[in-house]
Each structure stands twice: as C-alpha cells, then as structure tokens.
C-alpha cells in the first residue's frame, strides 16, 4: 500500500492491522478490502524454571522451543476480514528426543462493528486446531478451540507527526477437549516515528483458565507476558519487526524467554 503510514482513518487502519503480525490474532482494524497481509515469523522459546500451580518457582530441565509462524490475513469487504496462522514446531528438550511437527492451525473471520471519529469496536471468532499431527493420527481429546473475541482500538496523532495508538481486546477460549478453557485479555500500545519508517511497540498478553475445571487438568495455567518490539519499514510492501516476549506471572507454567524474528508483506 504505497500510503500505509499516511495519518487518515484508512492508513492509520492499515497500520493498526499490521500490528497482529507477532501473534495469531487480527487486532481492531482488521484489513482493507482487497488488502493482503503475510507475516512469516520465527521464535526461539527458552526455559529452565516453572512456575507450581501455588505461583512459587521451581527448577526444570532445560527445554528450547523453536516455532515457525505463517500468518496471512485478507480484507473480503469494508468490514469483514478472514485470515489464518500455521505454525511449525520443533522441540528441543534437555532430556528426551527432539520433535518436528506441525503445532496449530487457526482460522478466524474479523467484523468491524462500529468506527467513528479515530475510534474502532470490532468482533472476532476463531477456530484452533491445537497438536494438529496427534489430530492427524487420530489422537483422541484433540478436538479444535473456538474464540470469540471484543476489539476496541483508537490512534491519534504525535509529536513527531506520526501515530499513537491504543488496541485491547478480550476472548474467551472454549476448549472441548481435555485443554482447559482460557480467558484472554490483551493489549497494545505503539509509536509510529514521522518519517513513517520506525514502528515502536509494546504489547501485554495474558492467559487465565477457569478454576472450576479441575477435571480437565492439561493446560490449566495462568500466564502474563509483556513484549517489546521495534519494527522497521523498509518499502511500501516489506516490513521487519524484531522483539523480545518475557513471561512476568504464572500458574503452572514455563518461565521463559522468546526473541522473534518476523517479515511482513503487504500488498
């Protein structure tokens, strides 16, 4: 889009949008018609403390993860989006073999439900298929997730003539399987510089499971993380965003670490 970081509703859209770009959800603004955005993104996970289902710490063996994203999301109309997110995993634990596969795949639609002055209220529903290889193979208690999820999002202009920008969104993750449901609330704030070339950006993504599902003990936690990145615009069309994700809060969860590397496309 030759005038992405242009300060008018419709750029300023395009540019809330590219922000989902280092997780698998679309944010407010959702896309253009007849925009395409992709995002190929790598991270590397690294932990060798946990924290127990009281909140105290523990020491574990040391585990790295590494995950490829394919992300790409599509403006059908002026109001609807549809997009999806593969990710390939490759494990690589301190005791035991390393493992290869194909982790999750996602699909959701995006709806704008109202936009007036700098300010968006839009609606998601996505559905996850998570350890989509055991699914394959015919694993039982691998059924898909499904998510609604709430957008608010608004911008305004900065000092260096570029953009400020707010985006929060809260989802309830509904897990058949043997998952345990999750209540998700995020949220994001970013700076975008007035030569329209640096994007700075800031996001906090949190992960509560519902108590009263005890009988579904596998993937039961609680997880705050924070995540700082700087992403660099290089053309109209090619983009590159280099951040850091640290876990801060947890319940029966990995301590860990995660750099990631991701390349967007627009077009």
């Not at 970081?5 to 419709?10: E, H, W, Y």
């Not at 194909?102 to 936009?115: A, L, M, Q, R, T």
């Not at 007036?116 to 898909?144: M, T, Y």
């Not at 707010?166 to 345990?180: E, K, L, W």
Request: hydrophobic content about 35%; overall charge positive.
């Amino acid at each position: 889009m030759p005038h992405f970081f242009k300060i008018s509703l419709t750029s300023a859209a395009l540019l809330l949008s590219c922000l989902s770009a280092n997780q698998a959800f679309a944010d407010a603004w959702g896309r253009q018609k007849g925009s395409l955005f992709t995002a190929t993104t790598l991270r590397h996970f690294d932990f060798d403390k946990s924290w127990t289902k009281n909140n105290h710490t523990k020491n574990e063996d040391h585990y790295r993860e590494t995950k490829i994203e394919n992300f790409m999301e599509y403006g059908l109309t002026d109001t609807i989006s549809v997009g999806n997110n593969v990710t390939y995993l490759f494990t690589n634990p301190e005791h035991g073999s390393n493992r290869h596969a194909f982790n999750e795949v996602e699909f959701w639609g995006h709806y704008k439900i109202h936009k007036w002055d700098q300010k968006i209220i839009s609606g998601q529903f996505l559905i996850n298929f998570h350890d989509v290889e055991k699914r394959f193979k015919g694993v039982q208690g691998h059924q898909p997730g499904y998510e609604p999820r709430l957008f608010y999002g608004q911008y305004w202009t900065n000092w260096l003539n570029g953009v400020n920008f707010f985006d929060t969104s809260v989802a309830y993750r509904y897990n058949p399987g043997r998952n345990a449901d999750q209540i998700r609330f995020d949220m994001k704030f970013g700076i975008e510089t007035g030569t329209k070339k640096w994007l700075f950006m800031i996001e906090s993504l949190n992960k509560i499971s519902p108590r009263n599902q005890h009988h579904r003990p596998y993937s039961d936690y609680d997880l705050a993380e924070i995540a700082p990145s700087i992403t660099h615009r290089f053309t109209d069309h090619i983009s590159l965003q280099l951040g850091y994700k640290r876990a801060i809060y947890g319940r029966r969860i990995a301590i860990g670490s995660e750099p990631f590397l991701s390349l967007w496309t627009e077009f």
